[in-house]
């Protein structure tokens, strides 16, 4: 398995759609008080944004880390170094924007193939 350098493009490029799908979220949770309706763009960024998180978990074992100036690519240290970090707060994420509202039968949310309500 090829680890992914921490300074390359494609993690540039990862990074930045995941900050994009962040901002819709931060912009459209407060707006869900209010009923928008069942816009097809909520459900395909509702999507987006479940198979992002649920991929970038698995990913995040393979992309490499800078540590007192050097890269890291030993994938036991990545591990490690993720496992100790940002891999709780992304499992919640992933729970909470899945898993969760399937449960709770939140309205607006993907409901995982659940009825939309």
Same mark, same amino acid.
């Given at each position: 398995?090829? %680890?992914?350098?921490?300074?390359?493009?494609?993690?540039?490029?990862? @990074? /930045?759609?995941?900050?994009? /799908? $962040?901002? &819709?979220?931060?912009?459209?949770?407060?707006?869900? %008080?209010? @009923?928008?309706?069942?816009? +097809?763009? &909520?459900? %395909?960024?509702?999507?987006?944004?479940?198979? *992002?998180?649920?991929?970038?978990?698995?990913?995040? &074992?393979?992309?490499?880390?800078?540590? *007192?100036?050097?890269?890291?690519?030993? /994938?036991?240290?990545?591990?490690?170094? *993720?496992?100790?970090?940002?891999?709780? =707060?992304?499992? &919640?994420? /992933? %729970?909470?924007?899945?898993?969760? +509202? *399937?449960?709770?039968? $939140? =309205?607006?949310?993907?409901?995982?193939?659940?009825?939309?309500?």
């Amino acid at each position: 398995m090829k %680890v992914l350098h921490p300074h390359s493009l494609k993690r540039l490029l990862w @990074d /930045l759609l995941g900050g994009a /799908l $962040i901002m &819709f979220d931060i912009v459209t949770i407060p707006l869900r %008080v209010f @009923d928008l309706g069942d816009a +097809p763009i &909520f459900t %395909v960024m509702q999507w987006t944004s479940l198979l *992002y998180w649920s991929a970038d978990i698995p990913r995040q &074992f393979l992309m490499g880390f800078e540590e *007192y100036g050097t890269i890291e690519t030993r /994938l036991n240290r990545i591990a490690k170094n *993720y496992a100790t970090s940002w891999l709780v =707060p992304d499992l &919640f994420i /992933l %729970v909470l924007i899945g898993l969760l +509202p *399937y449960f709770l039968g $939140i =309205p607006g949310r993907l409901a995982l193939g659940g009825p939309q309500k």
